[in-house]
């Protein structure tokens, strides 16, 4: 484990370099020169921001959590923990941040597709996104968030990042966090929810405006399905709870 976090600091420190030097055309917008200091301040200073994220990482972090609505992980059920895994990032513990066999999968599944139906991602790369980064689509941003994840798996262990990724994500019908979707969904504290609440709401995140049950009942409980059947692959519950799952009514807070 010592062996792969210090490569992971090592891959680090290349892309850190990588990125602030403007090692390519396509990276140029995120160097700086005297001249862009003086010219455009605004810009500037958006350079020097990155910079701190990357420097100061924790305290970046802080600033950006809602302390309020935070619910920690033992308060969250495990079933729910494991659905999230399974559908958004089944090697979740096997990488550092961001996940090659990932990446390489879903471009062939894109490609094959002849569209975008996969990212790619890892949960450690949507929370940095979640956090800290915009919705634009180029090397240069794709680049600063795989330096930011590998930074986060730097500092942070993966039951502190899984929980901040719980306590961040979007799950529709304006919930951000898993306190505010078990609440919008079912009424009740996210310790109380059932496997088949817990499969329901690890499925939101993929599209939440597709499968949201106030949108879609059939829809969400399609998607509810698919996620059950991911958690009996990768051994989390087994077909019979699965199918017990399935089978439970869905009491909905609307």
């Known amino acids: 484990m010592r062996t792969g976090r210090f490569l992971a600091f090592l891959l680090l420190l290349f892309l850190a370099a990588f990125w602030w030097a403007g ?5 140029k917008p995120y160097s700086l020169s005297v001249e862009k200091v003086l010219a455009v301040g605004h810009d500037a200073t958006g350079a020097w921001d990155r910079l701190y994220r990357l420097v100061a990482l924790k305290s970046a972090v ?3 959590l809602d302390k309020k609505r935070y619910v920690k992980l033992a308060d969250i059920p495990l079933p729910l923990q494991q659905a999230v895994i399974a559908v958004e990032d089944s090697r979740y513990y096997r990488h550092f941040g961001f996940d090659i066999e990932g ?3 879903a471009a062939l599944v894109n490609l094959q597709a002849g569209e975008v139906r996969e990212g790619g991602s890892t949960i450690t790369q949507q929370l940095v996104k979640n956090l800290f980064l915009s919705q634009e689509q180029s090397v240069g941003r794709k680049l600063e968030e795989i330096i930011l994840a590998v930074d986060m798996e730097l500092h942070y262990s993966k039951e502190e990042i ?9 799950f529709g019908a304006g919930a951000y966090g898993i306190q505010d979707a078990a609440r919008v969904y079912f009424g009740k504290e996210p310790a109380n929810l059932n ?3 817990c499969a329901l709401l690890a499925g939101l995140p993929n599209a939440p405006s597709v499968y949201s049950p106030y949108e879609n009942l059939t829809a969400a409980k399609q998607r509810q399905a ?3 059947a991911v958690m009996v692959k990768q051994g989390y519950i087994g077909p019979n709870q699965a199918e017990e799952a399935k089978r439970q009514p869905l009491r909905l807070v609307r």
């Open 195 to 197: 496997l088949a609440e």
């Open 62 to 64: 802080e600033a950006r």
């Open 226 to 228: 698919v996620v059950l």
């Open 162 to 170: 899984l929980e901040m990724y719980l306590n961040t994500i979007y």
């Open 103 to 105: 990446i390489l999968r």
């Open 23 to 27: 090692g390519s055309s396509i990276v």
